[in-house]
């Protein structure tokens, strides 16, 4: 995470949390619960900005869509395929459930919408996803998203069924800062990260939640796949 990333400095922050991840992000939680942990699925990405997580979903062979608050895909010469996308608001409409196996799988905003402040976002945001879905929700958040009591107080009606630790710091820049901050934009992460994994499936109970570290790239990787 650059400096720009998730700063209090309300200048720097885009209005709507559009942060940018990159590929690999997704990737490794293909790898580490595996192409049969998706199977049959749609998968749904409802603010997939410039369509990173289902445009490597679909690239995988699955049936994928997406959404956001306004169309972003391909920015910053991102390859993006013809999947179907909606300009929705998540957060704010009232969804119907979807009416076939669906996971969510997404990088959501932590605490801005429209330029406000709303606190527990996230929590709110997957919350909704899981009443959505009839299969999995994964979630890209600050590993520091796993502490407090209003995190206690989801997993207690929901426990996650697998979180990975990426071990690798990822780089997530504010999207409508890219241009200006160069080839700056995707070195030098600052955070650490975790995928969160809610499985409609299965009850897991407290205790049972599967932890992974996943192992970082090595620099040939990282050089070949920056801001992919």
Same mark, same amino acid.
């Given at each position: $995470?650059?400096? %720009? *990333? &998730?700063t209090a400095l309300a200048e720097d922050r885009h209005p709507w949390d559009w942060y940018i991840d990159e590929s690999w992000c997704t990737e490794a939680l293909i790898s580490t619960l595996g192409f049969a942990a998706f199977e049959g699925c749609h998968i749904h990405d409802p603010c997939c900005g410039r369509g990173t997580i289902p445009q490597l979903f679909d690239l995988f062979? @699955? #049936?994928v869509s997406g959404g956001d608050v306004e169309d972003r895909r391909g920015a910053w010469e991102f390859a993006c395929g013809d999947w179907p996308f909606a300009i929705r608001d998540f957060f704010r409409?009232? &969804?119907? /459930? @979807? #009416? *076939? /196996?669906t996971s969510i799988v997404f990088n959501p905003p932590y605490s801005t919408q429209g330029g406000c402040i709303v606190t527990g976002l996230t929590s709110m945001m997957v %919350? =909704? %996803?899981l009443r959505l879905v009839s299969d999995k929700v994964c979630a890209l958040v600050p590993l520091k998203w796993l502490s407090t009591d209003q995190r206690y107080r989801l997993f207690q009606r929901k426990m996650p069924s697998d979180v990975l630790i990426l071990m690798e710091r990822p780089s997530m820049p504010p999207?409508? &800062?890219?241009?200006? $901050?160069? *080839? =700056?934009a995707f070195k030098g992460g600052k955070a650490d990260y975790c995928w969160v994994v809610f499985n409609n499936r299965v009850v897991t *109970? /407290?205790?049972d939640t599967r932890t992974h570290f996943v192992k970082p790239r090595d620099a040939v990787f990282k050089?070949?796949?920056r801001g992919r």
């Open positions: $995470m650059t400096a %720009a *990333e &998730l062979g @699955f #049936d409409e009232n &969804l119907t /459930p @979807f #009416d *076939e /196996p %919350a =909704k %996803a999207g409508h &800062l890219i241009g200006v $901050m160069g *080839e =700056k *109970e /407290p205790g050089a070949a796949e």
